[in-house]
């Protein structure tokens, strides 16, 4: 896959693909404040900022993209995250695991008939319910298994693109929670799910991968461009 990303005020073309990713370092404060809003703008209510094209083609950004500006704290909505997940497993239950579900509520039901045999007041229960009702009642949900941070950033994105369809994902501040060997882990791990992604940030990063571009904007707004070939700066 391969987008084109076009802002008046830069004159690169951000090249979006999976082989390559681009950083938009924008030294100048006022700038920065007016692209981090804008992104975010753009993605919530569709008002024009960036413009995304595939070929020649226009596409609509906020469609496509998605925008992390706390890299510890990606913004999931759990209950969509939940009701997504529900939805797709209920749809791939099969007659043999509905029969075993019924089977499951019949014995539930005499399972709370046992223990409230002896409640002071008539008591009945539900059981004409589908899986999706037990599902949500269980709050069936993605499993965090670390605390490393690498690995919680690549699930939430993984969550994200399978909820949200997004495929272009834009980072603030990337550079500044991973090592180069991190780095490098990331780049990999969003070409196996082909997702394409550039960083904005406030700063040239420390260093820089051979898979990466950079953009600068210095503070007179004087703008400059690292190839991939080039590795000090």
């Known amino acids: 896959m ?20 681009t950083t938009l370092a924008i030294e100048s404060p006022s700038l920065l404040r007016t692209f981090l809003d804008g992104v975010e703008r753009q993605i919530e209510t569709g ?7 595939d070929g020649n083609k226009e596409i609509p950004f906020e469609k496509s993209c998605y925008f992390i500006r706390d890299c510890f704290n990606p913004a999931l909505d759990n209950k969509k995250v939940e009701n997504t997940i529900t939805k797709e497993v209920v749809s791939s239950i099969s007659d ?21 045999f002896d409640f002071p007041i008539p008591l009945t229960i539900e059981t004409d319910i589908n899986p999706g009702v037990l599902l949500k009642a269980l709050s069936l949900s993605p499993h965090r298994k670390t ?29 500044d929670y991973l090592s180069e060997d991190e780095l490098y882990s990331f780049h990999k791990e969003m070409q196996k799910m082909e997702i394409v992604f550039f960083t904005l940030t406030s700063h040239l990063p420390l260093r820089k991968t051979q898979y990466e571009k950079i953009v600068r904007i210095d503070e007179d707004l004087f703008e400059q461009h690292i190839d991939f070939k080039t590795t000090d700066f």
């Not at 005020?9 to 990713?21: Q, S």
Request: glycine fraction near 0%; include cysteine; charged fraction near 30%.
């Open 47 to 53: 008002e024009p900022f960036f413009r995304l094209y």
């Open 96 to 116: 043999e695991e509905q029969t075993e579900f019924q089977r499951l509520i019949n014995e539930l039901s005499q399972w709370v008939e046992k223990v409230a």
């Open 2 to 21: 391969k987008r084109i990303l076009r802002h008046h005020r830069i004159e690169a073309e951000i090249i979006l693909e999976c082989d390559t990713y």
């Open 147 to 175: 605390d490393i941070f690498l690995e919680n950033l690549v699930l939430s994105i993984r969550i994200l693109n399978h909820v949200t369809k997004k495929n272009i994902f834009i980072f603030y501040n990337l550079q």
